[in-house]
Each structure stands twice: as structure tokens, then as C-alpha cells.
């Protein structure tokens, strides 16, 4: 389970998106369920490359941020 402010990777292609595997991408919002859904925000710089909502199997923990 990811928390908020949480950085990931991406393990999957999204499709319609400009975004490759591995694309790092911080977490807004955790709606809770079963399984969990993320509101993230994906970015290049300092500009907002796409703001989607994610279920957790496209999702995988960025070892970067827990070094």
C-alpha cells in the first residue's frame, strides 16, 4: 500500500498517455477499498504530464526514494 507524497514507478503502459514504463510518479490521494486506488501525478520538470487515477497493480515502489 502506498501513502501519500509516496513516489512509485510505473509498471505498465497506460494507454492514451505519454508515459513509459518505469515513468516516476508521486501519489495525491488514497481512496481506500479493496484494492486501494491512487490519485497520482505524473511530471516532467516542473510541468504536470498527467494526473490519473491508479489501481495498485500498476504501481511498484520507487527504491530511489528508500535508499
Same mark, same amino acid.
Request: proline share 7%.
Given at each position: 500500500? +502506498?501513502? !501519500?507524497? !509516496?513516489? +512509485?514507478?510505473?509498471?505498465?503502459?497506460?494507454?492514451?498517455?505519454?508515459?513509459?514504463?518505469?515513468?516516476?510518479?508521486?501519489?495525491?490521494?488514497?481512496?481506500?477499498?479493496?484494492?486501494?486506488?491512487? !490519485?497520482?501525478? +505524473?511530471?516532467?520538470?516542473?510541468?504536470?504530464?498527467?494526473?490519473?487515477?491508479?489501481? !495498485?497493480?500498476?504501481?511498484?515502489?520507487?527504491?530511489?526514494?528508500?535508499?
Amino acid at each position: 500500500m +502506498f501513502k !501519500e507524497h !509516496e513516489t +512509485f514507478k510505473l509498471k505498465k503502459p497506460i494507454e492514451g498517455l505519454p508515459l513509459q514504463v518505469g515513468s516516476r510518479g508521486t501519489v495525491l490521494i488514497v481512496h481506500g477499498g479493496r484494492p486501494s486506488v491512487y !490519485e497520482v501525478e +505524473f511530471m516532467k520538470g516542473i510541468r504536470t504530464i498527467a494526473v490519473v487515477t491508479l489501481t !495498485e497493480d500498476l504501481m511498484q515502489p520507487d527504491e530511489a526514494e528508500y535508499p
